[in-house]
């Protein structure tokens, strides 16, 4: 009899445990992220200029049509829409980062042909311990004149700054 609370106690814990380690399977080190915004979603933004949402939201704006952005630079699978806001003076681009970084966008030129933004993402050194997540959080770039018909070119790179550790 001195036994059952503790067999009973030992079968709930097992049970607990058991219920916690199922989980998804897509999920975790190794899985793969999620895909960037598809046509639909994008389809459902309206076209009138407003203020930064949230992070991980999707800007508002005007698209720039894909044949007007020149994203051959960019990694495989990194999101390329950007959006104008406005008036077309400033440019709204989708930036990559994942655990402890952080991205941020640069005009790195302009000129009549066209406009080049550097999404840059900064990633603390040390950095301590960090997630495996990536986020998709929009980035603005205010530019010299309206966009117009200009080219837009995207690249990315990654930075080391200090952390405040």
Do not use: H
């Amino acid at each position: 009899m001195r036994r059952l609370p503790t067999l009973l106690g030992a079968g709930v814990m097992l049970f607990a445990l058991t219920a916690c380690g199922e989980g998804r399977s897509d999920v975790g080190f190794g899985a793969q992220p999620p895909p960037p915004p598809s046509e639909q979603q994008r389809s459902k933004i309206s076209s009138e200029d407003e203020a930064d949402g949230p992070p991980g939201r999707e800007p508002k704006g005007t698209e720039v049509p894909a044949e007007q952005v020149d994203a051959s630079a960019l990694p495989e699978g990194y999101p390329s829409e950007v959006w104008t806001r406005e008036s077309g003076r400033k440019l709204v681009a989708i930036g990559q980062e994942g655990g402890c970084g952080s991205v941020r966008v640069e005009v790195s030129g302009q000129s009549a042909e066209r406009v080049e933004l550097a999404l840059v993402e900064e990633n603390p050194k040390p950095s301590g311990p960090c997630t495996m997540d990536l986020r998709y959080p929009p980035v603005v770039a205010p530019i010299d004149k309206p966009l117009g018909d200009r080219t837009v070119v995207l690249t990315e790179r990654e930075v080391d700054v200090p952390s405040d550790q």
